[in-house]
């Protein structure tokens, strides 16, 4: 009678299997986590490059239909909602994804050199860095009774919008609204700081 004799080969395999210890598990884990927070900051990056994608093409639609009611009206018009009434040059004013209260985007007709109106994005940071004295320049937001809403109420520290854009703006105004052309505008190279803005001349 022939009895079966296990291959040393397989022995010695057997005697080497072993459980995998703490330390290894603890070293899949961290490549786990490594691998996860690579891919979410990666996600957040292209969702934010889709953002301001989106700004930038809604930025050149509503500058298109500002120029068309220029050209029937002869003038910009005071506020963004002018574009939907009492012609329509958009059927609706699209929102701001990067405004926290979801609201348009900023609009401020400001007759200065050769600039003659600016539509703003907060960029990615959600924090206008419009300077305080350029406020009272924001058009849009009015209600009929002539009042911003609270959103811009309390940024601009006033209840009234005082120019309208009626008025050529004042000299210091237009070298402050120069330096901010100039390094207020976003760049993904800057990090998330800095407005999307789109000038009209």
Same mark, same amino acid.
């Given at each position: 009678?022939?009895?079966?004799? /296990?291959?040393?080969?397989?022995?010695?395999?057997? /005697?080497?299997?072993?459980? &995998? %210890?703490?330390?290894?598990?603890?070293?899949?884990?961290? !490549?786990?986590?490594?691998?996860?927070?690579?891919?979410?900051?990666?996600?957040?990056?292209?969702?934010?490059?889709?953002?301001?994608? /989106? &700004?930038?093409?809604?930025?050149?639609?509503?500058?298109?239909?500002?120029?068309?009611?220029?050209?029937?009206?002869? +003038?910009?018009?005071?506020?963004?909602?002018?574009? %939907?009434?009492?012609?329509?040059?958009?059927?609706?004013?699209?929102?701001?994804?990067?405004?926290? +209260?979801?609201?348009?985007?900023?609009?401020?007709?400001?007759?200065?050199?050769? &600039?003659?109106? !600016? !539509?703003?994005?907060?960029?990615?940071?959600?924090?206008?860095?419009?300077?305080?004295?350029?406020?009272?320049? &924001?058009?849009?937001?009015?209600?009929?009774?002539?009042?911003?809403?609270?959103?811009?109420?309390?940024?601009?520290?006033?209840?009234?919008?005082?120019?309208?854009?009626?008025?050529?703006?004042?000299?210091?105004?237009?070298?402050?609204?120069?330096?901010?052309?100039?390094?207020?505008?976003?760049?993904?190279?800057?990090?998330?700081?800095?407005?999307?803005?789109?000038?009209? /001349?």
């Amino acid at each position: 009678m022939s009895t079966y004799k /296990r291959p040393k080969a397989l022995s010695a395999l057997t /005697r080497q299997s072993r459980a &995998v %210890t703490l330390f290894e598990l603890l070293v899949v884990l961290a !490549i786990a986590f490594i691998l996860v927070g690579m891919l979410f900051f990666s996600s957040r990056s292209v969702m934010t490059r889709t953002k301001v994608s /989106r &700004v930038k093409e809604e930025h050149r639609i509503l500058a298109r239909a500002i120029q068309n009611y220029t050209l029937d009206y002869s +003038q910009l018009p005071p506020r963004l909602e002018s574009l %939907t009434h009492p012609t329509v040059y958009m059927a609706q004013l699209p929102n701001d994804p990067f405004n926290a +209260q979801r609201d348009g985007y900023l609009y401020l007709n400001c007759p200065a050199i050769d &600039v003659t109106g !600016i !539509i703003i994005s907060p960029g990615p940071d959600g924090d206008f860095d419009l300077p305080p004295a350029l406020w009272r320049y &924001v058009t849009n937001k009015n209600t009929t009774s002539g009042t911003v809403i609270p959103t811009v109420r309390a940024l601009a520290g006033t209840d009234e919008v005082t120019n309208r854009g009626r008025e050529p703006m004042a000299e210091a105004d237009s070298a402050t609204l120069a330096t901010y052309l100039l390094l207020g505008q976003y760049s993904a190279e800057k990090g998330n700081d800095g407005d999307i803005i789109t000038v009209l /001349r």
